[in-house]
């Protein structure tokens, strides 16, 4: 995100802009894709509430809060798109919160990836990954991706 300075993440937080909702979708890539037409949306406070269970030396994924939201509201899966843009609002909005803050460094992005687009970037989140427990490991040459090791058995559990 540009200009995060300038902007009022906690307003955008609460803006649920007609969500929750259920779609149908009729592409049949999208569906190949994802499984099924039934999409569902989730408000950006519902992705807040949630990276607010994740306790100390735990982690999620987005994809595990997505699937969370689909079994939940009887959906095939939860819009993509609005998952990744809703996570980085929570993060930001937690940075200009002096209380209930969001521990957003442990929401991660598939198969474990750091979220460069978190306050503080990578190197922020590692470090409080690491002040966590957990391995930090570095992927490529020359795109340098970042990663929980093991991660998976690190994974908080969002039973329904």
Known sequence: ???????????????NKG???LQIITDSKSI??????????APPIAYDEIMKQIPYGKVITVGKIRDYFAAKNEADFTDPITAGIFVSIAAWASEQRSDSLTPYWRTLKANGELNSKYPGGIERQKAQLMAEGHTIIQKGRKNIKYYVADYEKALFDLSL
């Open 1 to 15: 995100m540009a200009n995060e300075d300038k902007k009022d993440f906690n307003a955008m937080l609460k803006d």
């Open 19 to 21: 969500m929750p909702k």
């Open 32 to 41: 190949e894709k994802y499984g099924g037409s039934r999409m569902y949306f």
